[in-house]
């Protein structure tokens, strides 16, 4: 699947390798430190930058639900 923005391909295809060899060869060996947060990082925000650039609203996004009451909250229509 390609990213929200074409500028943060490069990105998400790195942090997919990334995540992708940790998952396979060290997470399922019960290695549980992620290797490629940094790398998500740097994406996260290249996305957060493409989607402000389109206009569209971050704040649902950002929004943190788990562990409040909202959690269990049908979604707003």
């Given at each position: 699947?390609?990213?929200?923005?074409?500028?943060?391909?490069?990105?998400?295809?790195?942090?997919?390798e990334?995540?992708?060899?940790?998952?396979?060869?060290?997470?399922?060996?019960?290695?549980?430190?992620?290797?490629?947060?940094?790398?998500?990082?740097?994406?996260?925000?290249c996305?957060?930058?493409?989607?402000?650039?389109?206009?569209?609203?971050?704040?649902?996004?950002?929004?943190?639900?788990?562990g409040?009451?909202?959690e269990?909250?049908?979604?707003?229509?």
């Open positions: 699947m390609d990213s929200v923005g074409k500028e943060c391909q490069d990105l998400k295809r790195k942090y997919d990334c995540f992708n060899k940790w998952f396979a060869e060290k997470f399922l060996k019960g290695v549980t430190e992620d290797p490629c947060t940094k790398l998500f990082n740097v994406y996260q925000e996305v957060k930058k493409a989607i402000k650039e389109k206009n569209l609203n971050l704040d649902a996004i950002e929004e943190q639900v788990l409040t009451s909202k269990k909250q049908p979604p707003s229509k």
